[in-house]
Structure formats: structure tokens, C-alpha cells
């Protein structure tokens, strides 16, 4: 737009010296040099008008690259505020992309154990092992050592899983923990009536025959206490046995056999505890007895030692009362002999005897 405006003024110069020119050829004398001067005046005012102009642009050049630089400072300052801004953005999607990273290796690491747990559960040896392990993990916690067994020989060759001894003269308490649970998953894994009625069946008979087996194999007269503990390790699956087979629940009882969920086994060790402590207070009644009869003897044997010295005491008190006199009569003596005058030439006064 400058460039244009330049030509143009040129141009208009131009064309002003060529009608200049033609005048002067065309015209008197006279009059071409008044169309002359008339003329140059003119071209003079396009000039300062053309300098002018000149000038303004250069002040609106100015004003232009000012602005330009200003608006390359904020530009430079908005970029290096974003280039901040997206640094720390992106240095917080990394963090939470070590987070998430972090928890997917959590959640693999413990589909890992979901699938070591489903193996223990799917292997019935494992399965067994892993019941165990609850089981004592209870019973250690609440009892003394001497008090438990685990797989215990019974005299008829039979080894439970635990035994508790509450007393030396009570017989001991049989804890078996492989209670069948293939009847339990094949439940739970039934997709129609028929199955669940063949799974319900399973779990009948199932539950049964190890209701028997523990009845038979555990309970020896005079060597074992009534019932024997079946301890079932799962809460929904004792729960399942309550709600939908107490046919089951109720022959176990009439075997004298317990079944117990990891709860009611805790319940059931720790008043075994309390029982534990009553047994050993009765135990040692006699030797309570024994010390209770030798500290009488001691407050007795005190009592007549204190009886003793207060005759001592009295005895004391009477000779230092006895003394205290002597001593009294001892100062008016004192007193009188001090009362003597041995100036005088007087006989002195008999003293007299008190």
C-alpha cells in the first residue's frame, strides 16, 4: 500500500511538469509564467503534502513495529506461560499414569493369588491344608500350647486334625477341619433346576457320610468329650447349610457332631479359655488353701510377737517413769547443796534427806 501511494505521487509530479511544459509551448510569455508559478506553487504543496505523508508513515511504521514488538512480548510471555502450564500438565497425567501403572500391577498381582486360591480350592488335598491352616491359626491364638495338639494319635489309631485337653481328668476335645466342599461349588456352579436338584442331592450325601465318619472315627468312650467339632471354613457355606439343609444340621447333632463356621469356632475356643482358667483356679485350690493356712499362721505368730513387745514397752515405760523420780529428787538436791552459803562463819544448815 505504500509502494502504490509512492508511484501515485510520482506520477501526479509527472503529469504537473508535463501540463507545465505544454502551457509554456502553447501560451504567451507572460501568461506561461503566471500558469508556471501557478504550477510549481502546486508542486510544491504536493511535495510538503507527499513529505507529509512520508512522515506519517513512518510514524505509523513506528507505531506498527511497536505494536508488532509488544504483541511479540505477550505472545513470547503467553507461550512460555503454556509451555509452563503443559510441562506441569503432562508432568501430572505422568504421575497418574504411574499411579494407574502402579495399581495394575497390584491388580494383576493379586489376580495372580485369585488364581492360587482358586487352584488350593480346586485341589482337595490343598483345600484340606488350607482349612487346616485357618483352623489352627485359631486355635493358637486363643489357647496356651500345652492345652493343644495338632494331628493328634488317638488310641484307635485315628489322627484328628486338633485336639484340646481342658483338664487332666476330662476328656479330650476332636477338631476335624475336611469338610467336603466339592457338593458346596457344584451348588453354586448349577446353571439349571436339574442341576442344582442333582447338586442339592451330592450335598446331602456328601455331608452325611462325613458326618458319620467323624461320628465313628472320634468318639471313644472315656477318651473323647461330646460332640466332636466340625469346623467348616466358610461363613456362607455354613450359612447355606442353616438355611437350606437343616435336615443336615440336625442329624449332625443327633451324631453328637458340631458343625462350626471360623466364628463360632473363635467363640467356642474362647470360652475353652475361660473354662481353661477355672480348671487351673480348681486345681490349685489346695495350694491356695496351704498358703492362705501359713500366712494365718504368720498374722497369729505377729500378733503375739506385737503382744509381747508392748509388755516390753509397758515394762520400758514403767522403769523410765521410775527413773524420771530418781532423777527429780536427784535436782532438789542439787538445788539445796547449790543453796549453801560457805562464806560465813555460821554453822551450815543439816541438809535434809528427801
Sequence with gaps: MDLAFVILAIALVAAAGLVAFALLKR????????????????QGQISGQFQQTLAAQAALQKALSDRIDALNTRLGASLSESAQKTAETLGGIQTRLNVIDEAQKNITALSGQVVSLQEILSDKQAR???????????????????????QFTLSNGKRPDCIIRLSKDAGLIVIDSKFPLEAFEALHKAGSDEERKLANARMKTDVQKHVKDVS??????GETQTPVIMYVP????????HQTFPDIMRKARESKVAIVSPHLLWLAVTTMQAVLRDVEMRENAHLIQK??????????????RVGNLRTHFDAANKDIGLMETSMRGIDRHAERIAAVDFSGGEQPARLSRG
Design 27 to 42: 501560451a504567451p510569455t507572460a501568461v506561461a509564467d503566471t500558469r508556471l508559478d501557478g504550477v510549481i506553487a502546486q
Design 128 to 150: 484340606g491344608a488350607f482349612g487346616q491352616e485357618r483352623m489352627e491359626a485359631i486355635i493358637e491364638d486363643q489357647l496356651p500350647p500345652s492345652h493343644y495338639d495338632f
Design 216 to 221: 465313628e472315627k472320634y468318639i471313644i468312650s
Design 234 to 241: 466358610s461363613e456362607s457355606l455354613f450359612a447355606e447349610l
Design 291 to 304: 498358703e492362705v493356712g501359713a500366712l494365718l499362721d504368720d498374722v497369729k505368730r505377729l500378733s503375739d
